[in-house]
């Protein structure tokens, strides 16, 4: 994945970084192998320089996050079904409500047929001009009439 940085450093901070841990990995999966006896074990150096890597990649003040209780999970739980059913409730009534946009429609348009077919014609004709990309703004308030906008290009 690319990196989007600010600054030359960051970039440089954040290679680092990524090289650091990289290494640390390694030197993780080295130490592992090295406790189960597939590897030898290692140097009393290598070990130094395995904590300096470590303290290079990890926070010195990381705090570790608590895993919550049973109850703040069921709690959280039935906070997130009750959203889900607020949701859900709010996609039908939303549903609903286009349901009778649609039927008002077509209600119109099959009356608009009955009396006057040319009218009819021309309301399910397609406009195939695209919308504008650039609108003016909406104002609530009239512009004021000291102001002058710049000229358009």
């Avoid at 150096?45 to 919550?68: I, M, T, Y």
């Avoid at 997130?80 to 429609?105: N, P, T, Y």
Wanted: net charge positive.
């Amino acid at each position: 994945t690319a990196r989007t940085c600010t600054t030359m450093t960051a970039c440089l901070a954040a290679s680092r970084r990524g090289l650091l841990a990289v290494r640390l990995a390694g030197q993780q999966r080295w130490l592992s192998k090295a406790a189960k006896g597939k590897t030898p074990a290692p140097a009393a150096s290598d070990a130094v320089a395995f904590e300096r890597l470590k303290e290079q990649v990890l926070p010195v003040g990381a705090r570790k996050v608590k895993r919550p209780s049973p109850e703040v999970l069921e709690q959280r739980a039935q906070l997130a079904k009750q959203w889900s059913r607020a949701k859900m409730r709010e996609e039908h009534v939303d549903r609903l409500r286009l349901q009778d946009i649609v039927a008002a429609r077509d209600n119109a348009l099959a009356t608009l047929r009955a009396s006057n077919p040319t009218l009819y014609t021309h309301a399910v004709t397609l406009d195939p001009t695209p919308y504008p990309i650039a609108m003016p703004p909406v104002t609530d308030t009239p512009p004021l009439s000291t102001l002058h906008p710049p000229a358009e290009k």
